[in-house]
């Protein structure tokens, strides 16, 4: 299973764009406390729309009580990255994929990066910018492991429209 993991996030619109991502990718979400924001925060609902009750999701303690609960692959997203997000094989359908983001002010412990160097990994861009916007980042590297697992699972055609629908 493919998941979304969100160190400590802090602005709630972006939690609510990649709940919203999570929905349309099936994919799991999970939240490590402190939280900058309740999960009833009216801006996170706004965010999210109404597809919250679709959310397959659940919030830990802090990251030992998440590594505790969750064994697979973990995949770090930090600036201090040497590899693009490209580089790796996500092409396993039956690995448990964690892509790990890190709060929005400091991204992800160094404490933590230090042991997972060769899991470490940034999204090429230009030296105009430290970093894209959190809820940007994870829907950019949740499509590739996606493009990697030729999306299965996922509707390639809009599902509501039949196969005659044409654009007038």
Do not use: W
């Not at 861009?125 to 959190?134: F, I, Q, Y």
């Not at 994870?138 to 697992?149: F, P, S």
């Amino acid at each position: 299973m493919n998941n979304i993991v969100l160190f400590e996030p802090e602005i709630p619109g972006n939690t609510g764009n990649i709940m919203r991502t999570c929905v349309a990718t099936n994919t799991r979400l999970h939240l490590i406390k402190p939280l900058g924001f309740s999960l009833e925060d009216k801006y996170l609902k706004r965010s999210a729309v109404n597809y919250l009750e679709h959310l397959n999701y659940k919030v830990y303690e802090n990251y030992e009580d998440f590594k505790k609960q969750n064994k697979g692959e973990y995949y770090f997203f930090t600036r201090y990255g040497k590899k693009p997000h490209t580089s790796f094989d996500y092409s396993n359908k039956n690995d448990n994929i964690y892509l790990i983001f890190g709060k929005e002010s400091t991204g992800i412990p160094k404490e933590i990066l230090k042991d997972n160097l060769d899991r470490c990994m940034r999204i090429p861009m230009t030296d105009k910018v430290r970093a894209l916007n959190l809820s940007n980042s994870a829907a950019i590297v949740i499509y590739e492991v996606l493009r990697q697992q030729n999306f299965d699972g996922l509707f390639k055609k809009e599902p509501h429209k039949s196969e005659n629908y044409i654009i007038e």
